[in-house]
C-alpha cells in the first residue's frame, strides 16, 4: 500500500554510457540508476581513459582522449554486459582487448553473435587463451543477419556502425526498447541510424560524433518487479514513471490474474484485493514478450495463485535456479528443463535465502515480503546491481523491510 518513483533504466542507461565513447568530447547523462553495474561501467570508461563525474543520477563522461584500448578483467567478468564496449572500442579506436566474458549463474553467455556482427564490419579477433583481440583497419558497412534477436549484439553492431564507411543493414534485431533508446541518443548525438527498436535497423556511417545529453527512461523492470510484488502480497500501489507501454504483456498478464490496473504517462496504478488466479501456461520471450528479467518475481506471483500454473524460460537457460531457494519457503516449484510447475496458493514461511544473481535474488525478496514470519536474503550486493535501493522502495509500498549492513 503506497507509492513508489521508479528509477532510471539500467539496460538502457549502459550501453549509452558505452555508447559515449564513441563521442570525442562531453556526454551528459541524467536520471541514471544509482546501481553498481553503472559504477562498473564508470570505472570501465575511466580506464580506457574517459573522465567521468558523477553526481547523483547525473554523470558528465568526457570521453575527448581514449588513449587505452584494454578493458580490465576484473570488470569484464564482474559485468558481462561490458561486451558492448567492444563495438564502441572498435568504432573509436579501431581497436580493444578484452577478457571473454564468461558464462554466469543464468546460463551461458556466449558471445559469438557479438563478434560475427563485429568481423562483418571489418574486425579481426584473435583468442589467447581467454584473452580476445579485436582490430580494424577500416570499419566498413554491412549487410548482418542475427540468427537471434540478441539485445547485446545488437547493441555492438549498431555501436560499431555508426562511425563505419557506407550503409550497414541489420536484420532480425532485438526490439527491446533499450534498443530504441540507444538508436535515439546516438541520433541525438549526430549518428545516422534508422528503425531501431524495429526488427531491421539500418545505420549510415558518419564521420563523427558531437558532444549532446540525454535522460535515461525508467526501468521497465524494476517496474514490472514492484507490480508482480503487489499481486503477489495484494495490496495496492501507485508506480510513478513507470513506463506502461513497456509493460504491455505484464499489464494484461495481471489483468488476467485478478488485479485492476490503471496506467496513463505518469505511471502505473495497480490493486490485488481479490483472489489471485493461476493464468495457466506462461512462457518469457523476446519484446514484446513476457520478459525473462521478470521471469523470477513472476514464480513467486505463481505460488501464491490459486490454481497450477507453469513459467517455461525461453531466453536464458540457467535462470530457474531460484526456484530451489524459493523452495525452502514453501513455494513448492518443480523445475523440468527449463519449465517450473507450480499448485498454489501457498503459504510461503519466512527463512534465511541466498540471492544468487539479480532478478532471482529480487523475486526472493518479494517472497520474504508475502512470507508468513521473518526472511533474511543473504548477498544482497546481487539484487544492488540493478535495483537503486530495493528496501527504500519496498519500504514506501508499505512492506516491513530493513537490512543489516
Ligand atoms: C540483455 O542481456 C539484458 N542485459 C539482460 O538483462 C536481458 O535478460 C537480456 O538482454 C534479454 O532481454 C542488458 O541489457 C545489460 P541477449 P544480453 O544477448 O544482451 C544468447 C538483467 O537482469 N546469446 O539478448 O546478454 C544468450 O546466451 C539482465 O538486467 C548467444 O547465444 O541478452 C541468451 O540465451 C540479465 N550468443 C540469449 O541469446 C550471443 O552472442 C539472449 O541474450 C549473444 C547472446
Given at each position: 500500500m ?223 518487479t514492484y507490480l508482480i510484488g503487489v499481486l503477489a502480497a495484494g495490496g495496492?500501489a ?16 495481471a489483468?488476467?490474474m485478478g488485479a ?12 490485488r484485493s481479490g483472489e489471485l488466479k493461476s493464468p495457466?501456461?506462461l ?11 521478470l521471469q523470477s518475481p513472476l514464480l513467486v506471483a505463481l505460488c501464491r495463485a490459486q490454481g497450477k500454473s507453469s513459467l ?8 530457474l535456479a531460484v526456484a530451489e531457494e524459493l523452495n525452502r519457503m514453501g513455494a513448492g516449484i518443480e523445475v523440468?528443463?527449463?519449465?517450473a510447475r507450480t499448485q498454489g496458493p501457498r503459504l510461503l514461511t519466512g527463512c534465511s535465502v541466498t540471492a544468487r544473481?539479480?532478478r532471482g535474488g529480487a523475486a526472493l525478496v518479494l517472497a520474504g515480503v508475502c512470507a508468513a514470519g521473518y526472511s533474511r536474503v543473504y548477498n544482497r550486493?546481487?539484487i ?6 530495493i528496501v527504500?522502495?519496498l519500504k514506501?509500498l508499505g512492506a516491513d523491510i530493513g537490512s543489516?549492513?
Amino acid at each position: 500500500m503506497g507509492e513508489a518513483a521508479i528509477q532510471g533504466s539500467k539496460n538502457a542507461a549502459l550501453p549509452v554510457m558505452a555508447a559515449s565513447v564513441l563521442v570525442p568530447g562531453v556526454t551528459v547523462l541524467s536520471n541514471c540508476p544509482e546501481i553498481s553495474d553503472v559504477s562498473c561501467m564508470c570505472e570501465l570508461l575511466r580506464s580506457v581513459g574517459a573522465k567521468v563525474v558523477r553526481e547523483g543520477r547525473k554523470l558528465v563522461i568526457d570521453a575527448s582522449r581514449i588513449s587505452r584500448c584494454h578493458l580490465p578483467e576484473e570488470y569484464v567478468t564482474r559485468m558481462r554486459s561490458s561486451v558492448i564496449l567492444a563495438g564502441a572500442m572498435l568504432g573509436r579506436c579501431r581497436e580493444v582487448y578484452f577478457q571473454h566474458p564468461g558464462g554466469c549463474v543464468i546460463g551461458d553467455r556466449p558471445i559469438d553473435m557479438h563478434l560475427d556482427a563485429l568481423r562483418q564490419l571489418g574486425a579481426v579477433f584473435t583468442q589467447d587463451g581467454d584473452h580476445l583481440a579485436g582490430r580494424a583497419g577500416r570499419l566498413s558497412g554491412a549487410r548482418i543477419i542475427l540468427k537471434f534477436p540478441s539485445v547485446g549484439a545488437t547493441e555492438n553492431a549498431v555501436l560499431a556502425a555508426v562511425l563505419a564507411e557506407g550503409t550497414t543493414e541489420i536484420y532480425r534485431c532485438a526490439k527491446e526498447p533499450e534498443i530504441r533508446a540507444l538508436c535515439s541518443f546516438l541520433n541525438g548525438a549526430g549518428a545516422r541510424v534508422f528503425g531501431g527498436g524495429s526488427g531491421h535497423i539500418t545505420v549510415e556511417g558518419v564521420s563523427c560524433l558531437h558532444e549532446s545529453r540525454w535522460r535515461v527512461e525508467p526501468d521497465r523492470i524494476v517496474a514490472g518487479t514492484y507490480l508482480i510484488g503487489v499481486l503477489a502480497a495484494g495490496g495496492r500501489a501507485r508506480l510513478s514513471g513507470a513506463p506502461a507501454r513497456q509493460l504491455t504483456e505484464v499489464l494484461k498478464l495481471a489483468q488476467r490474474m485478478g488485479a485492476q490496473i490503471a496506467a496513463d504517462k505518469e505511471g502505473i496504478w495497480v490493486e490485488r484485493s481479490g483472489e489471485l488466479k493461476s493464468p495457466g501456461a506462461l512462457e518469457t520471450g523476446v519484446y514484446p514478450e513476457i520478459p525473462t528479467d521478470l521471469q523470477s518475481p513472476l514464480l513467486v506471483a505463481l505460488c501464491r495463485a490459486q490454481g497450477k500454473s507453469s513459467l517455461t524460460e525461453r531466453i536464458f537457460n540457467g535462470r530457474l535456479a531460484v526456484a530451489e531457494e524459493l523452495n525452502r519457503m514453501g513455494a513448492g516449484i518443480e523445475v523440468e528443463g527449463n519449465c517450473a510447475r507450480t499448485q498454489g496458493p501457498r503459504l510461503l514461511t519466512g527463512c534465511s535465502v541466498t540471492a544468487r544473481e539479480l532478478r532471482g535474488g529480487a523475486a526472493l525478496v518479494l517472497a520474504g515480503v508475502c512470507a508468513a514470519g521473518y526472511s533474511r536474503v543473504y548477498n544482497r550486493r546481487f539484487i544492488d546491481r540493478g535495483y537503486e535501493d530495493i528496501v527504500r522502495d519496498l519500504k514506501s509500498l508499505g512492506a516491513d523491510i530493513g537490512s543489516e549492513t
